[in-house]
């Protein structure tokens, strides 16, 4: 337990009263939310204090590293490469053959040529031992340590820069939590975090085109401890009689922490079938357009050779092979018809499925924001505010 006392404050920007009207922004804001996540009962909300230590180092430090300087250069290699040569002299770079006078087949010839290749190679100029120092730095940093580590990410993003001094009666109102460690495990953590700096610094101070062998070598610091308390508002609300707790922070209304909320299930699961069901269309589909192209390369290697023998040949062959084309063309058209209008259907189906999804999203996300407008509604007393939210759940 820490016995260092808070000296510094970073104030409440904004007052309590907000907090019902910023609750019903937040939690509308989800798509899983339930749909009366509105009317959410408030059952307390404090305005608490977190404490925070904040180091302020002043530093100096030396390094050392091996620099390389080097650049980039093209040259140029010879490959062999295997070309071949039709009987007209033409290069091709595959094989192939042509026919004689007698009909015969006339391969190509092979030649192996040597071809020029541009490549990159990196040249090292020079490499030497460097070092060097950074002398006046300065640099802060809040550590919280609430026992939670999400939320001592959360509260370390305030701008500790914004505290103030803690006047006689500046948090006489507040309640003021104790941090979970001392002041000697936040400096642990805070001095690693500081050599990370330094490291990152003083990197950027070597020179070459890169570097190898970098250390720190001497690090000197000094610090200040202040601690400074972080104004939070801390908010309990019961949905469906279970309690919640979401915290704001009391700098920006924008910046929220919650380790837990309402989630609709029967959202999820309709969205996660939707989904699914629009993943299978879309399967559907590609399976369907695939078999027609595997019917058009049939139409492409078979029919089309067998059309071309059909005109070639003479005699009793021809009469065999027309009644073959004839079924052949029958089938790859009616195969062709029959994988199209399945592909329609599937698209029809995902049309379908996403309609379905967007309007069932936009009437869950209507009905969420009516509800809102009745809550906050302050004409209206509690059973109106209820009767109407009632009417919105039936519609």
Known sequence: MSTAKPNRIIPFQYSGTELEEMFIKWIISFEDSPIDSAAADIVSFVPVLYPAYQFVFNYNAKWSATSIWEHKESYTEYESKTFYVDKRGREHNYRGYDKDSAGNDVFFTPIVKQVPTTKTRTVIDKTQRTNGKTDGQKTSSLYALTGNSSFNKWLQSFDGSSSLPIASDSVEDFRIEEPCEDETSALNIAYEDLKNTVSQKCKGQVQGTRFTGFSVDDLHETHATEVTLLP????????????????????????????????????????????????????????????????????????????????????????????????????????????????????????????????????????????????????????EKKEQVNQILSQ
Request: charged share 25%.
């Open 232 to 383: 939070v508002y801390r908010l309990t609300y019961r949905y469906n009689k279970k309690d919640y707790m979401v915290l704001f922070s009391g700098v920006s209304q924008n910046e929220v922490f919650f380790e837990e909320r309402p989630i609709m299930q029967e959202y999820e699961q309709f969205i996660s079938q939707s989904k699914a069901k629009i993943r299978e269309d879309n399967s559907r589909i590609t399976n369907n357009t695939c078999y027609i192209l595997l019917i058009v390369c049939g139409i492409l290697f078979v029919i089309i050779p067998l059309l071309f023998m059909l005109f070639t040949l003479r005699g009793k062959i021809r009469l065999l092979l027309l009644p073959i084309i004839i079924v052949a063309s029958v089938a790859a058209f009616w195969g062709v018809k029959f994988y199209s209008d399945r592909i329609e259907k599937y698209k029809a189906e995902k049309t379908m499925h996403e309609n379905q999804m967007k309007e069932y999203t936009q009437d869950i996300a209507r009905k969420r924001n009516e509800i809102a407008a009745v809550i906050q509604n302050t004409s209206l007393s509690y059973e």
